[in-house]
């Protein structure tokens, strides 16, 4: 009985409804496709996931919602900088570093007992001890970087001086850097000393922290290398970058960037969308 029922219910007619229903509501759950066709939910399953291959996912986090016009801004910006990046450009951004390590999740991984509790993991804590970091950092592993007082804060006359001290640092006839849309980073004030001084910058699209190179490799990295290492002064962290961006190898950055030049291509290809 139960064969002649599932084959009864794998027609033409019953495939071509639930798919009509999921093309109208991705979200459709299993339940409701039953309720809607009268199927039970084993042939529904079996048409959803044998005749129309396909699979229930849960969805993923993304930066923001994103208008046509965001789109179309990110792939113009995606192919600005897939035409001028290159190893020399100075990748800029700020970044809090907490005085103690915190351990990945993946590290906390255990084998617990059916119906055991999992390890868990406290998350920061705003009142946490940190240190604010501003750095600038080329994928031939040229890097400069300043660690700011307590108290001190990144507004556009001090990015001004943190531009001002990289330019005069690297030395160089034509100064190319690449960061992100923050207030300070933007000011008007900013714009008209890069203007000024002859830097030229790479702009990074609105609504598009996945074209931060910084945080998709160094950052992440800066974090993951320090598990057992606790900050305790500013002499402390000066230290530990001065260590963590001598251990850097060009190969690997010029893998990352290889890596952010195909993803930048494939922004592209998805119009705009975040992949």
């Not at 798919?19 to 042939?43: P, W, Y």
């Not at 992440?220 to 850097?248: A, C, P, T, W």
């Not at 010029?254 to 969308?273: H, M, S, V």
Request: with cysteine.
């Amino acid at each position: 009985m139960f064969r002649t029922y599932v084959h009864y219910a794998m027609t033409d007619s019953n495939v071509n409804r639930i798919r009509e229903l999921v093309q109208e509501d991705q979200t459709m759950s299993l339940s409701a496709v039953c309720a809607e066709t009268g199927l039970g939910r084993t042939s529904a399953y079996t048409i959803l996931t044998k005749d129309l291959g396909l699979r229930s996912v849960c969805a993923r986090w993304v930066p923001h919602v994103l208008t046509n016009s965001h789109k179309s801004q990110r792939v113009i910006g995606a192919q600005k900088i897939l035409d001028e990046i290159h190893g020399n450009v100075m990748v800029i951004d700020e970044k809090w570093l907490h005085a103690d390590p915190i351990t990945p999740k993946e590290n906390n991984r255990a084998w617990v007992e059916p119906g055991g509790d999992r390890p868990r993991q406290v998350r920061r804590l705003i009142a946490d001890k940190k240190f604010l970091i501003i750095v600038a950092m080329s994928f031939r592993c040229d890097s400069y970087f300043e660690v700011l007082d307590h108290g001190e804060t990144v507004n556009a006359q001090r990015y001004i001086q943190f531009l001002d001290n990289l330019k005069n640092k690297c030395r160089r006839s034509a100064l190319t850097i690449m960061h992100d849309n923050a207030r300070p980073h933007t000011a008007k004030v900013t714009e008209e000393f890069i203007a000024t001084e002859g830097i030229h910058r790479i702009p990074q699209p609105p609504y598009s922290p996945d074209m931060n190179l910084l945080d998709r490799f160094v950052f992440r990295n800066m974090e993951s290398q320090r598990i057992h290492q606790k900050l305790e002064n500013l002499e402390s962290v000066k230290g530990y970058l001065q260590d963590f961006f001598r251990k850097q190898r060009r190969s690997s950055l010029n893998n990352e960037l290889l890596n952010f030049r195909k993803e930048l291509q494939a922004i592209i290809d998805a119009a705009g969308d975040y992949l």
